[in-house]
């Protein structure tokens, strides 16, 4: 199971996420939302890629930012948009 516990993100003055809790056991979920309203902030959030202000996801009860790779090796995260390094080997994408 996946815990969002008082979770928040902040850009400067700006709030991107405000105190959000959620649980997720197995499943498929879809997370529905206007525009700006937080909704790929939270799902990078979920995949490592960024850290919350506050708060803390964790997975069976362990910090997920602790866990490192053993965490990431259960996700599945394909964005629709993504950046990569043109001039990068796939070995070199693997030691980011």
């Known amino acids: 199971m996946i815990v969002v516990k008082?979770?928040?993100k902040q850009y400067g003055s700006f709030s991107a996420l405000?105190?959000?809790n959620l649980e997720?056991?197995?499943g498929v979920y879809g997370l529905l939302a206007p525009n700006g309203a937080g909704k790929t902030t939270l799902i990078k959030m979920m995949a490592t890629l960024i850290s919350p202000s506050?708060?803390?996801i964790l997975y069976n009860g362990r910090n997920i930012f602790d866990?490192?790779?053993e965490y990431r090796s259960l996700?599945?995260?394909l964005p629709q948009?993504?950046?990569?390094?043109k001039?990068?080997?796939?070995k070199q994408f693997w030691h980011i």
């Open 75 to 77: 996700l599945g995260y």
């Open 87 to 90: 001039n990068y080997s796939p």
């Open 67 to 69: 866990m490192g790779e």
């Open 54 to 56: 506050q708060g803390e």
């Open 81 to 85: 948009q993504f950046g990569f390094y």
């Open 6 to 8: 008082d979770v928040s």
């Open 18 to 20: 405000n105190r959000i």
């Open 24 to 26: 997720f056991s197995n």
